[in-house]
């Protein structure tokens, strides 16, 4: 597996040098911000990315507005409590995105961060307490625990709201491969694990938070 340093240099020639790749880089919100961000965002954000997933981001944005109104503010307490009568007319309300699964994932997801919350004492805490050394395993988690937050959606909610973590995007993974970390696509939580160590042990090598490991792979390669 190639050393850090050199992936960082074919990157930073490809974005025109140092200063320009630097700029480009994402920067994770801290612990302490992760802990102070309401539930209600939480789920808004989980709900924002379950209904982008496959759709235009511009145009669920734009509708966003009418789905805080229509979710209440996506308090989960009051979500959790809308009955089957006041989801199906949601259904039919035509200022939203219909679709079933997805409207019905937002009350469930609420009530999953109800539950939650009891555990760790908020969604915030539950992120800042788990390690990025071992973010694969909250992208698991968050499948498990949520309605639609699996495959991408996961790492790319967590992206969404700050909590540091690497993508496995088209451009990644052709980096990985070329820098010779992994062959093929990783699937399966095997082959995660094992791009898990390839990016603790870069992390380690760099002092770089793994979104900016992340960005800086994909763009090491053409």
């Known amino acids: 597996m190639t050393d850090f340093r050199s992936i960082l240099e074919a990157a930073r020639a490809?974005?025109?040098?140092?200063?320009?790749l630097e700029k480009s880089l994402p920067v994770p919100e801290t612990d302490e911000a992760l802990r102070g961000l309401g539930d209600d965002r939480y789920l808004s954000l989980m709900s924002l990315r379950v209904f982008r997933a496959g759709l235009k981001h511009s145009m669920v944005d734009a509708k966003w507005p009418a789905f805080e109104e229509a979710f209440l503010g996506f308090e989960p307490r009051r979500v959790r409590a809308m009955s089957d009568e006041?989801?199906?007319?949601?259904?039919?309300?035509?200022?939203?995105?219909?679709?079933?699964r997805k409207i019905m994932a937002v009350?469930?997801?609420?009530?999953?961060?109800?539950?939650?919350a009891e555990e760790t004492g908020g969604f915030g805490a539950y992120l800042a307490d788990w390690?990025?050394?071992?973010?694969?395993?909250?992208?698991d988690d968050l499948a498990k625990r949520f309605s639609q937050m699996g495959g991408n959606s996961g790492p790319r909610f967590l992206r969404m709201v700050g909590k540091d973590t690497?993508?496995?995007?088209?451009d990644v993974v052709r980096a990985?491969?070329?820098?010779?970390?992994?062959d093929g696509?990783?699937?399966?939580?095997?082959a995660r694990a094992n791009v898990q160590e390839a990016f603790n042990r870069w992390?380690?090598?760099?002092?770089?938070?793994l979104c900016q490991i992340s960005t800086i792979l994909a763009r090491s390669v053409d």
Request: charged letters at 25%.
């Open 107 to 116: 009350r469930n997801n609420a009530a999953a961060i109800c539950a939650l």
């Open 86 to 100: 006041a989801m199906e007319r949601l259904l039919a309300d035509k200022r939203l995105i219909r679709h079933g």
């Open 131 to 139: 390690p990025a050394s071992r973010i694969v395993e909250l992208w």
């Open 166 to 170: 690497f993508l496995l995007t088209d």
């Open 203 to 209: 992390a380690g090598e760099a002092g770089r938070p």
């Open 176 to 182: 990985l491969n070329h820098w010779g970390a992994i």
């Open 185 to 190: 696509t990783p699937k399966g939580k095997a």
């Open 14 to 20: 490809r974005a025109g040098g140092a200063d320009p």
